[in-house]
T-cell receptor, first 113, second 110 residues
Framework: DVKVTQSSRYLVKRTGEKVFLECVQD?????MFWYRQDPGLGLRLIYF???????EKGDIPEGYSVSREKKERFSLILESASTNQTSMYLC????????????FGEGSWLTVV | QKEVEQNSGPLSVPEGAIASLNCTYS??????FFWYRQYSGKSPELIMF????GDKEDGRFTAQLNKASQYVSLLIRDSQPSDSATYLC??????????FGTGTRLTIIP
């Protein structure tokens, strides 16, 4: 079974804090993704990575950065958290190639106060 | 126009009936299509995917794809209360990224 683990499930941070969300997958997948999910807006892609040290912007990258130093780990960084970044963040991974399934982690609920 | 569109619902279906969920997409170059189910407070889980025109069946679920009309649907036969969830349609254009619709909330009425 593919396992995508998000280490922080529930976080409360203050405005202006730096926030790290960590994600680890155990299936040697090339591609990893960070989405955020908000009511009425669905899942929106923040960043994705198709290889170590490679990253590409998704649809809403502003205010976020990512790091992929090892194949199994993909981190999302909020350099200076703001209240409009309160959301559920979903990490996902998939093997390279069209049509392959994307697997999600359990989600990280972030509240910025 | 949104890349992937779904009716947000809620869609209410009596237990035992067929639930029909629809999704349209804007990019004719889209290649693969996925249906995910998401229970409240949980992450999405894959139900099935389809990339050829026609029907694909898996148990009580059937995915239907019509590329000429740019829509994909999911039928759930013999609906059960446990099928109550939000169903997400996702589309891939061959660039490794999946674009999701906003989801349809389905409620099965006992």
């Amino acid at each position: 079974d593919v396992k995508v683990t998000q280490s922080s499930r529930y976080l409360v941070k203050r405005t202006g804090e730096k926030v790290f969300l960590e994600c680890v997958q155990d299936m040697d997948h090339e591609n990893m993704f960070w989405y955020r999910q908000d009511p009425g807006l669905g899942l929106r892609l923040i960043y994705f990575s198709y290889d170590v040290k490679m990253k590409e912007k998704g649809d809403i990258p502003e205010g976020y950065s990512v790091s992929r130093e090892k194949k199994e780990r993909f981190s999302l960084i909020l350099e200076s958290a703001s209240t409009n970044q309160t959301s559920m963040y979903l990490c996902a991974s998939r093997s390279g190639g069209s049509g392959n399934t994307i697997y999600f982690g359990e989600g990280s609920w972030l509240t910025v106060v | 126009q949104k890349e992937v569109e779904q009716n947000s619902g809620p869609l209410s279906v009596p237990e035992g009936a067929i639930a029909s969920l629809n999704c349209t997409y804007s990019d004719r170059g889209s290649q693969s299509f996925f249906w995910y189910r998401q229970y409240s407070g949980k992450s999405p889980e894959l139900i099935m995917f389809i990339y050829s025109n026609g029907d694909k069946e898996d148990g009580r679920f059937t995915a239907q794809l019509n590329k000429a009309s740019q829509y994909v649907s999911l039928l759930i036969r013999d609906s059960q209360p446990s099928d109550s969830a939000t169903y997400l349609c996702a589309v891939e254009k061959g660039n490794e990224k999946l674009t999701f619709g906003t989801g349809t909330r389905l409620t099965i009425i006992p």
